[in-house]
């Protein structure tokens, strides 16, 4: 399989709203898939299972059993790969178009400034003491 359908699997997992919610919920520690379920009450237990091999499927998730238990993690991997493929490059470039855009607009505010040379080469000021 190549990178480019795992990363398409990736977009389509999060494309979902609630699959986004799992990840979240999953940010900050393992969950089992039941401590899952109560945190999607309007979901039924087949459907937060559905989201569950989906994200899975993407790469995701990583599910771990320990006895009758499923513990669910979540595998930023995928994300990170795609920050680094698309949101990096683009905002470090962005970034820079910023740096720039100061740097102009404080130079244009220098050349500007308080004094200004007259036709006989003398400097003036410009209303200030």
Do not use: Y
């Amino acid at each position: 399989m190549s990178n480019e359908d795992e990363l398409d699997r990736v977009f389509k997992a999060l494309a979902n709203r609630v699959r986004r919610e799992i990840c979240d919920a999953l940010k900050l520690r393992p969950l089992t898939t039941k401590q899952l379920c109560t945190c999607f009450p309007a979901l039924d237990r087949t459907t937060v299972m559905m989201h569950l091999r989906v994200l899975e499927r993407a790469g995701l998730l990583v599910a771990v059993r320990k006895g009758r238990e499923r513990f669910n993690h979540l595998n930023a991997m995928p994300i990170q790969a795609i920050h680094e493929r698309w949101i990096g490059p683009h905002a470090a470039a962005a970034a820079a178009g910023l740096h720039r855009f100061k740097i102009g607009l404080e130079e244009e505010g220098e050349g500007a400034g308080t004094k200004a040379e007259t036709k006989t080469g003398k400097k003036e000021s410009h209303g200030q003491a």
